[in-house]
């Protein structure tokens, strides 16, 4: 899973978005990799509104507006607990990759006229099959 969002490239990556259906993530924001198994948001708050994109609908971006800062206890590989906490785009990655793991795609995020026509948009480019 990381060679293949190293590959893309991004910076988080849910099983699900690869066709396996697993609650696993990887992420990595360029403090190096971490694995989440079977995670769980334990704490959010704030807000905050920022461009974010998804390796499951390339080369776009969307403001979306998410909690400022996320706490999430996971799993790790070697089967330790594990906590993931962090504010802005640490916060964002754990917040959009459970919402992978959960089946929402960060379209279903944004808001009713918005996403309506970036749906039109990505059907037109014949990207919007399954897309929500």
């Not at 959960?102 to 039109?120: H, Q």
Request: net charge negative; aromatic share 6%.
């Amino acid at each position: 899973m990381l060679e293949t969002m190293y590959d893309a490239p991004g910076v988080g990556l849910a099983a699900p978005q690869i066709g396996v259906s697993l609650r696993v993530v990887v992420c990595d924001i360029g403090d190096g990799p971490f694995h989440m198994v079977n995670p769980v948001m334990e704490q959010t708050s704030g807000s905050w509104t920022y461009e974010e994109g998804c390796l499951s609908v390339p080369d776009r971006y969307w403001p979306i507006k998410r909690s400022s800062f996320a706490r999430v206890r996971a799993t790790d590989l070697d089967g330790r607990e594990v906590v993931y906490e962090g504010d802005e785009l640490m916060g964002r990655v754990l917040q959009h990759e459970l919402d992978h793991l959960d089946g929402t795609l960060l379209l279903k995020r944004l808001p009713r006229r918005v996403r309506k026509e970036a749906l039109r948009e990505l059907h037109e480019e014949g990207m919007a099959r399954g897309a929500l």
